[in-house]
């Protein structure tokens, strides 16, 4: 198998994402994983491990839209937006929620929008991340980040308890998305449950349990190369003087029918480069020798 290759993993709740990825190494018997995005422990779901050189195309990976199912409770407000963290709010207005008003509010939070991330998050304030200074008992005020909600609709309404399933941009906090649908209800909420079912065209069916990380076979059948886990990404197929050129660090004139932004190069079924396409040349950003 080649060295370089992107692994869909489907987390268990309980492990932390690095503790896939550790298993994995083992597993793998390499050191150089990665993955493209992480899951709370309480969250299951899909994990793209990227594993090799493969770990040098994770951001073009991370940057996709991602798809989650999950449950929010009505009714009470966590420290972390979820339900590892402790109460600090209840209230008795879920009880006058509808089914109509569930979606009503989902209807309206669909679009672009600005969210403020959980207190409880990975975000930096002056150089520190947010949880280090909410774990010391300091008041974190994140400022709110562009976010996308492509998709969002009900699975089921039992109050006070809400199924649904979004589909958003990355960066979007699905813990910060039940806090907020739970305000537009006029109640409290947090998040109880998470499951990731797809990251851009990856679906969590086809991915691997941990348990089969050791099984060589399984893994094989499984792993995609760097070209074809970037397959969101448009392909320019570059002939053998081209690919040199490329490999040099030589801009190519842009290609016909392909805009502008990211795009894949290849030749003979391998990823060469992602480059940028501009209006007057194609120019390598990364470059692969596998």
Do not use: N
């Not at 150089?127 to 280090?132: K, L, P, Q, S």
């Not at 995609?224 to 392909?235: E, N, T, V």
């Amino acid at each position: 198998m080649t060295p370089a290759y992107v692994l869909p993993v489907d987390k268990p709740s309980g492990p932390t994402s690095h503790d896939v990825v550790g298993l994995a190494r083992r597993a793998l018997g390499t050191r150089r994983i990665g993955h493209t995005g992480t899951l709370d422990p309480f969250a299951s779901g899909l994990l793209l491990l990227c594993v090799g050189g493969a770990t040098r195309i994770a951001e073009y990976l991370s940057a996709q839209d991602k798809t989650y199912e999950a449950t929010l409770e009505l009714g009470r407000a966590t420290d972390t937006d979820d339900r590892m963290g402790q109460i600090r709010a209840q209230d008795d207005a879920w009880r006058a929620v509808t089914d109509a008003d569930v979606v009503g509010v989902l209807t309206g939070f669909q679009g672009a929008q600005l969210q403020t991330p959980p207190p409880y998050s990975a975000k930096k304030v002056a150089g520190e991340r947010a949880y280090d200074r909410a774990r010391r008992g300091e008041t974190v005020a994140l400022e709110a980040v562009p976010v996308d909600i492509h998709a969002l609709e009900a699975l089921a309404f039992a109050p006070p308890r809400l199924d649904f399933r979004v589909t958003c941009s990355s960066g979007t906090y699905v813990r910060a998305l039940a806090r907020d649908i739970g305000a537009a209800l006029g109640t409290s909420a947090h998040l109880t449950e998470l499951r990731r079912t797809a990251v851009g065209r990856f679906r969590v069916e086809e991915a691997l349990v941990p348990e089969a990380l050791g099984d060589a076979e399984r893994v094989r059948a499984t792993a995609l190369s760097p070209l074809h886990a970037l397959g969101h990404l448009p392909r320019v197929a570059l002939q053998a003087d081209e690919v040199r050129r490329i490999r040099h660090g030589q801009a190519l004139p842009p290609p016909s029918g392909v805009g502008a932004g990211v795009c894949a190069l290849s030749h003979e079924d391998e990823l060469v480069a992602v480059a940028e396409v501009g209006p007057d040349a194609l120019r390598p950003r990364k470059v692969f020798a596998w």
